[in-house]
């Protein structure tokens, strides 16, 4: 039998409300970080053929020019759609015991809000910031494609 090599793939796009206000922070290096997160909807018909509804709550977390984006603009119920990729941590708890969670690791962020209650719609703000962090883990080459790409 073939050796099979699975891809390394890690992605996840969600649109949801933030249940709160985001937290903003800096690291000690200066670095800025924003957490939140939300609750995303989903809609089905049971085995008696009613609608019903889940909610699934959703970890997100943004860093450097995304997080500051992020800082101004989202304030609780705001409607977002995320791109990234999951992530799992632990860390220790007060009373000593480890737990881990699994979040979003922010790429894209689109703010999906309108600026004031009674605006047009060619005056939404629809906005997308993107995480260019990415691109420090690229080489020089693949970078000049990415800046350059051949007509």
Known sequence: MADFKMPELNSVVIAGNLTKDPIFRQTTSGTPVVNFSIASNRRFKDKNDEWKEDVC?????????????????????????????????????????????????????????????????KDEDISSFTDDSFDSLLSPEDSDLLNNPKQ
């Open 57 to 121: 709550y959703v970890g997100i977390v943004a860093w450097n020019r995304l997080a500051d984006s992020c800082k101004d603009r989202l304030k609780k119920g705001n409607a977002v759609l995320v791109d990234g990729e999951l992530q799992s941590r632990t860390f220790k708890t007060e009373d000593g015991m480890n737990r881990t969670i699994v979040e979003i690791k922010a790429r894209r962020i689109q703010f999906l809000n309108k600026k004031g209650a009674n605006l047009n719609e």
